[in-house]
């Protein structure tokens, strides 16, 4: 890759912010939902306050960012892109939603081409459908249908993120979540790390309630009683033994109940996004919205009619200051100033691949190739 001026470094800072919505340039007011958005009256109550969803979803210290993408794609072409028409769209800032899908930054495969990030980690959540990522340290890999990606940028790693449309006979229908994840002020410059979570390690752990409905919960991190996440990445804030850090989705049966266990100390988010109807601690909580909880307490939890579902993101707070550009979060404008500088220096390792939106072969199944040249695959 040819060296980039000063402002081309920029203009790509600023492209890659908007890559996957990034954080906001400052946090805004969220709306008010039934709460008011205000403290609870008691302290008692594990509801602090309930809000509408917005985009990205809004998290607490120390998560910096959430979205969840939700796009049912169609049969895919000769290119693994959409065998649809694309006319009528915004290619390369394709966010629009058209016929239930986009594109986002791509222009032939959906998905979110070369882009940097600094300061901070990047959980990928893949429910359905599949992700090819490619990045500066010469990993990649295919992953998907459960899997999970943990990836520390730490002082620098460009990635590309490209959804492979790979059925040509049906649909392509894609759900993620991608998480951010703060690293505190000693590890903001620590070395990059890939890391990937097969499905079949991560644990499905099912509880019944008193009339026998079932609740899955299945952990990215964290524990539930003696049952364990996989391991983060070594400096991860979620390494840390007093971190508490929990990542869940957590799904009821209909009418199913679930006591969500206190987490003293922690900053605690549920986000209800599937079903009819969800009760916590006596609240009634619309579809799509986020409910605050303290830590502190148990939180009871009551499924509406339907298959009930709500993401659970938890942890103690770093307590740090934050200072965000596009995909780089620090601590200082100067750190941010210093970052821009590195990567027009530096893109952070280069680009190894012959193309900022590259995809790996429809047949190639799921796979991961680490930097060193390794070569994994799921049970």
Not at 255 to 260: D, W
Not at 343 to 358: E, K, M, N
């Amino acid at each position: 890759m040819s060296k980039l001026s000063r402002r081309q470094a920029l203009k790509a800072v600023a492209a890659a912010g908007a890559v996957t919505g990034c954080l906001p340039s400052s946090r805004s007011k969220e709306a008010r939902g039934p709460m008011q958005g205000k403290q609870s009256k008691t302290k008692t109550d594990a509801v602090i306050a309930v809000t509408p969803q917005s985009f990205p979803w809004q998290t607490s210290d120390p998560f910096l960012f959430c979205v969840h993408h939700d796009d049912h794609y169609p049969r895919g072409n000769d290119r693994q892109g959409p065998a649809a028409s694309l006319s009528g769209r915004n290619l390369g800032q394709d966010f629009e939603g058209k016929d239930g899908w986009r594109m986002y930054h791509g222009e032939i495969v959906p998905g979110f081409p070369m882009h940097p990030h600094r300061g901070f980690e990047t959980v990928t959540v893949v429910r359905r459908g599949l992700l090819d990522h490619s990045d500066s340290m010469g990993a990649t890999a295919r992953y998907g249908r459960g899997d999970v990606q943990w990836l520390t940028a730490g002082r620098g790693i460009q990635h590309a993120e490209m959804f492979p449309l790979t059925e040509r006979d049906h649909d392509n229908p894609l759900e993620l979540f991608q998480i951010w994840l703060n690293l505190p002020i000693r590890d903001k410059m620590a070395e990059p790390y890939f890391s990937m979570l097969w499905s079949n390690t991560i644990p499905k752990h099912v509880v019944r309630d008193s009339e026998g409905r079932t609740v899955e919960i299945v952990m990215t991190a964290g524990h539930y009683g003696d049952v364990r996440a996989p391991a983060p990445p070594p400096s991860s804030w979620a390494a840390h033994a007093d971190s508490n850090v929990a990542i869940w989705t957590i799904k009821l049966a209909p009418h199913a109940r679930f006591t969500l266990p206190a987490a003293p100390g922690t900053n605690r988010s549920l986000y209800f996004f599937r079903g009819q109807g969800l009760d916590v601690d006596g609240h009634a909580i619309p579809y799509n919205h986020r409910v605050e909880l303290r830590g502190e307490l148990d939180a009871a939890l009551t499924a509406g009619p339907e298959e009930t579902e709500a993401l659970l993101l938890q942890g103690k707070p770093i307590g740090e200051p934050v200072v965000h550009y596009g995909p780089f979060v620090m601590t200082t404008r100067e750190e941010i100033r210093q970052a821009i500088v590195d990567y027009q220096r530096t893109q952070f390792g280069g680009w190894p691949w012959a193309s900022a939106d590259p995809v790996h072969a429809r047949e190639e199944g799921r796979f991961a190739r680490r930097p060193d040249g390794k070569t994994e695959r799921p049970a």
